[in-house]
């Protein structure tokens, strides 16, 4: 089933919950969140979720919550079968290309420390480490607090081409 070069980014409806959780149940394990989460980020006038899918399959999911000039990183999943084929790097240009829409001038990252593929993706595009929070996770996993200037981020978007 398809390559990330065919991935159709489009924002998250109501209709997409259910495989969203699923999805993020799959990714997160037991850090994952529910329906009812997705729903009230969907209510949530600060928060813009998108979905990757192809042939009509939710793939990826991508979310943030943009306060002032702000944007928190939500979650970025992609399912197991699919990572590590590009597509963690395309829905994160996508999320960062809202988030420069909504007036975000940064963005921030809470990364698990055992997520060695995700801080690299996110290293290579400009995001630093700038903190520590001890036991974030439910399975009592450490984050890092990563962060960047969106002005500096190492990717072009479409309409910087």
């Known amino acids: 089933m398809g390559t990330a070069a065919e991935i159709i980014f489009r924002p998250m409806q109501i ?12 990714c997160f394990e037991e850090d994952g969140w529910d329906e009812d989460f997705f729903l009230e980020e969907l209510r949530d006038e600060h928060s813009d979720y998108i979905v ?5 399959k939710i793939i990826a ?29 395309k829905i994160l240009t996508e999320i960062i ?4 829409m909504r007036g975000a001038k940064s963005m921030i990252f809470e990364v698990r ?8 993706i996110y290293q290579k595009f400009g995001f630093k480490i700038v903190g520590r929070i001890k036991r974030y996770y439910v399975t009592g996993e450490d984050a ?12 072009k978007l479409p309409s910087e081409k």
């Open 97 to 100: 290309k809202i988030a420069k």
């Open 52 to 56: 990757g899918e192809i042939e009509g």
């Open 61 to 89: 999911c991508a979310g943030i919550k943009i306060y002032l000039d702000e944007a928190e990183g939500m979650t970025i999943a992609v399912l197991p079968e699919f990572q590590g084929r590009g597509v963690g790097k």
């Open 144 to 155: 890092l607090t990563m962060c960047a200037k969106l002005e500096d981020l190492k990717c």
């Open 15 to 26: 209709s997409d919950v259910e495989a969203v959780a699923e999805m993020d149940e799959i």
């Open 113 to 120: 420390v055992s997520n060695v593929p995700a801080l690299h």
